[in-house]
Nanobody, 123 residues
Framework: QVHLVESGGGLVQAGDFLRLSCAASGHTFSNDAAGWFRQGPGKEREFVAG???????HYADSVKGRFVISRDNANNTVYLQMNSLKPEDTAVYYC?????????????????WGKGTLVTVSS
């Protein structure tokens, strides 16, 4: 059974940075894709960033140039470096693995999810 644990969230000011981590157990995703999604207050879950097994990355337009997704296959961990944070980045951030079908930017394409970590950006 896949178990994902996100960490690294917190309360920061606009312009600050955070690094989120997602540690996976029960799953070796060296041949899998991973994604970060977020859900803000009163909003639907939305795609943030994704990384394929070969290192190819995709980003939502809203975070392109500010966020960087990376992976450490040896440690079954995926990261999200978030720079120049804005109040609109406030959300619960979730990581997902086991891409089964569909676009990497679509939540339903992933099977396994973590419980999320809260990021709050104050103005």
């Amino acid at each position: 059974q896949v178990h994902l644990v996100e960490s690294g969230g917190g309360l920061v000011q606009a312009g600050d940075f955070l690094r989120l981590s997602c540690a996976a157990s029960g799953h070796t995703f060296s041949n899998d894709a991973a994604g970060w999604f977020r859900q803000g207050p009163g909003k639907e879950r939305e795609f943030v960033a994704g990384i394929f097994w070969n290192g190819v990355t995709h980003y939502a337009d809203s975070v392109k140039g500010r966020f960087v997704i990376s992976r450490d296959n040896a440690n079954n961990t995926v990261y999200l470096q978030m720079n120049s944070l804005k109040p609109e980045d406030t959300a619960v951030y979730y990581c997902a693995v086991k891409l089964i079908e569909g676009p990497i930017a679509t939540p339903s394409s992933f099977v396994s999810w973590g419980k999320g970590t809260l990021v709050t950006v104050s103005s």
